[in-house]
């Protein structure tokens, strides 16, 4: 660029020949199309990520040969992480987007009595699918933006499908059936565990809902050997 226009400022003064001036014109046009070669040639070397993240994995190195379709890293949002967990196909009818989630971590239950915030999330996809390798449905839960948890770890998640109030429930094993194929609870009465015919409900966990005449919120019922009881029996608390 210098040259020519060292070459322009003669021409117009007759200091130069018009072969000088076309050379110098002809070398500043050569010089800019290398220019303009090189800038795309550059610009198809630059990868742009899509959004804003973090790369958490490399799938190429440095002086590597890659094609336009090579994949060459893995970006994340770690601002909006997800949860992917699998439930059993016979359950799945019970799921709806939106629902509450409650997240499991660290083999701890995050309950909400505890010191520690409960973690929570929501249902934000379905799949139509099940997988034929362990039938279960995959399903995306999405995380606050200020989780504490990491990209790749395992967790425990229990879906709220229904909410029941003003219900009793009792531990699971309280509940038996007789040889008469009855449902009873032994309530404890005094000195004496009383079987009481009952309902079971909702399961979660260790715990079944139950409704029956007669239950009250409180009660004492009998736990460890109560399938074993014949009946209305005597009975003695042993460690209250």
């Known amino acids: 660029e210098e040259n020519w226009r060292r070459q322009d400022h003669l021409k117009q ?9 076309l050379e110098a014109q002809q070398q500043l046009d050569t010089a800019r199309n290398a220019l303009g070669r090189a800038e795309a ?24 040969t890659v094609g336009q379709t090579d994949a060459l890293a893995r970006l994340t949002d770690l601002t ?10 016979p359950e799945a ?3 709806q987007l939106g629902q509450q989630v409650q997240i499991e971590a660290g083999g701890s239950t995050v309950s909400s009595d505890s010191p520690v915030a409960p973690l929570t999330g929501r249902v934000d996809y379905i799949d139509r699918r099940a997988d034929p390798n362990n039938d279960t449905v995959a399903v995306l839960i999405g995380l606050p933006a ?10 425990r998640v229990r879906i709220t499908v ?4 003003d219900r009793l429930a009792v531990p699971t094993e309280s509940v038996v059936t007789t040889p008469q194929g009855q449902t009873v609870l032994a309530i404890v009465q005094g000195d004496e565990a009383v079987p009481t015919p009952v309902k079971r409900g909702v399961r979660e966990g260790d715990w079944v809902e139950v409704r029956g005449q007669g239950l009250e919120p409180g009660m004492t019922v009998v736990t460890v050997g109560a399938y074993g009881l014949p009946g209305r029996t005597k009975i003695r608390v042993m460690g209250q």
């Open 13 to 21: 003064i007759g200091g130069t020949s018009a072969k000088l001036y």
């Open 41 to 64: 040639e550059l610009e198809l070397l630059k990868v742009v990520a899509p959004f804003d993240g973090t790369i958490v994995d490399l799938y190429a190195t440095a002086g590597e």
């Open 80 to 89: 909006r992480l997800v949860i992917k967990a699998g439930v059993p196909t």
């Open 93 to 95: 009818h019970k799921l």
């Open 146 to 155: 200020d989780t504490s948890l990491r990209l790749g770890r395992f967790v």
């Open 162 to 165: 229904a909410e029941y109030s």
